[in-house]
């Protein structure tokens, strides 16, 4: 793979996303060779994913070259490959590309989505964990209000215009609010034949609120929010399965629809090869100490939603969120640091900031330690958060641009059809 050889130890990282980048900023003059492995060659902003699949940015707002952002990294190597197996005795990573020797291995590998061994819905389903799924779940959608356009049958436009989110987390909030604020602003005015009432979207949850995760006060107004877009949110409902056409929940309802989309849950993404005691089975997180080392293997680390740190505030591991990524990444990065120069390491702690979802156009929710607030000021907070941590100015000054052209003119731009999308069964 056209590694150089070196005389330093060689600090091998799997992953760039929010972990990997904070750990890789704190290795500037860090006396280590450093090597990147991602299987694309761009970070992914995945809180905003869900405005690439409602047509409100376009990818490259929310996506940015790995390799750009380590251009000043010195003896920094990036490769585009997976990772498929660790061999720990080796100290070697096998990779799409060939196998690599180690002397440190970092895995922030993130979490994949997690179907609970539903073949069908695997198979029907729309996930967005990626990119090109968010891209899939764009072009879907439009074709199936394009079909719904042309179809003279009632009951197949119903379809082609019903959308079923499952999962009230955040991604399913802010997706179903994109979708209905979509119906309310562009449908209208691009589809004349097409009836606002026709379209519907469903928000379907096992628990009993939306937004589990959040204080029962965002939850209760986040709830307002969605039903004042028109919304239909089903609690305590928990999907069963889905043929291609309808969707079946346990306490048998049944929703017609041509868009399913999956946002009902994550599990860790672990490579083969490490496994044992040091592998939780239940949410494939890797069991690390305070210091980020996986248990019983000399030399590895983990990071972010892959790893599974059990604190006294945290005895189930930190919520697999952004900023435990983000910070243990750099806390890994100066320890490194740290003991490289001989220097003695230091525990990792979280300090949790707060937690926020965006429903619509000032409409968000927002928890902090002791203050929970929402409406307009909230949806500024929560935009400012966002474009503040998006990498990159150019994504910022981008993505800034749209929501202000959108904001006022009530229009989102990419509503393109660029690669139709059809599903490989
Ligand atoms: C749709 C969505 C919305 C979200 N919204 C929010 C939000 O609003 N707020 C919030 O705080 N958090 C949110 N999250 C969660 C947040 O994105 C994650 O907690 C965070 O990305 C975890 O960071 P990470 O570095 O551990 O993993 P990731 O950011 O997922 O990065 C993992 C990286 O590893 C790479 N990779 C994985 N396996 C391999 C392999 N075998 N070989 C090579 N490369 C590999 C991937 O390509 C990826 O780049 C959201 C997540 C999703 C999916």
Request: proline content about 5%; aromatic content about 12%.
């Amino acid at each position: 793979m056209n590694i150089p050889e070196t005389k330093h130890p060689r600090i091998v990282v799997i992953g760039g996303g929010f972990a990997g980048i904070a750990l890789l900023k704190q290795l500037k003059k860090v006396p280590a060779q450093i090597v990147l492995f991602d299987r694309h060659n761009y970070h992914t902003f995945q809180p905003l994913l869900y405005q690439v699949s409602t047509a409100g940015l376009e990818p490259d707002s929310i996506a940015y070259p790995l390799r750009k952002i380590f251009r000043n990294l010195e003896d920094f190597h990036f490769r585009l490959a997976e990772v498929v197996q660790i061999h720990p005795q080796q100290k070697e990573v096998e990779t799409s590309i060939g196998s690599l020797a180690y002397d440190y291995l970092v895995i922030a590998t993130g979490t994949r989505t997690n179907f609970f061994g539903n073949k069908n819905i695997e198979t029907h389903s729309m996930p967005m964990k990626t990119v090109p799924q968010a891209l899939n779940i764009r072009s879907l959608m439009l074709q199936n209000i394009e079909a719904a356009d042309i179809t003279d049958d009632p009951e197949a436009r119903k379809r082609y215009l019903n959308f079923v989110i499952a999962g009230a987390g955040p991604t399913g909030v802010e997706l179903a609010g994109a979708l209905a604020e979509f119906r309310k602003g562009i449908l209208e005015n691009d589809y004349p034949e097409l009836a606002e009432e026709d379209m519907g979207v469903h928000l379907l949850e096992g628990f009993d609120r939306v937004l589990p995760p959040m204080s029962e006060k965002s939850s209760k107004k986040a709830q307002r929010f969605l039903e004042k877009l028109g919304v239909e949110v089903h609690l305590n409902t928990m999907v069963e399965d889905f043929d291609g056409t309808t969707v079946t929940t346990k306490d048998g309802k049944t929703f017609k629809t041509a868009t399913f989309i999956w946002a009902a849950g994550v599990t860790g993404a672990p490579i083969a090869g490490i496994d044992g005691e040091a592998l939780i089975q239940k949410t494939n997180r890797y069991k690390v100490d305070r210091f980020n080392r996986v248990a019983g293997f000399e030399g590895i680390y983990a990071l972010g939603d892959v790893a599974l740190m059990e604190t006294e505030d945290f005895p189930k591991g930190h919520p697999q969120v952004a900023q435990p990524a983000i910070q243990q990444g750099k806390h890994l990065g100066k320890n490194l640091k740290r003991m490289f120069e001989q220097k003695e390491l230091k525990p990792f702690s979280y300090y949790d900031k707060g937690t926020m979802a965006t429903i619509g156009r000032n409409k968000a929710v927002v928890d902090l330690k002791k203050w929970h607030f929402a409406g307009a000021f909230a949806w500024f907070l929560w935009m400012f958060v966002h474009l503040w941590f998006l990498a990159g100015f150019r994504n910022r000054v981008v993505t800034f641009f749209n929501w202000t052209y959108n904001y006022i003119n009530y229009d989102r731009a990419a509503r393109l059809i660029i690669r139709p999308f059809k599903k490989s069964l």
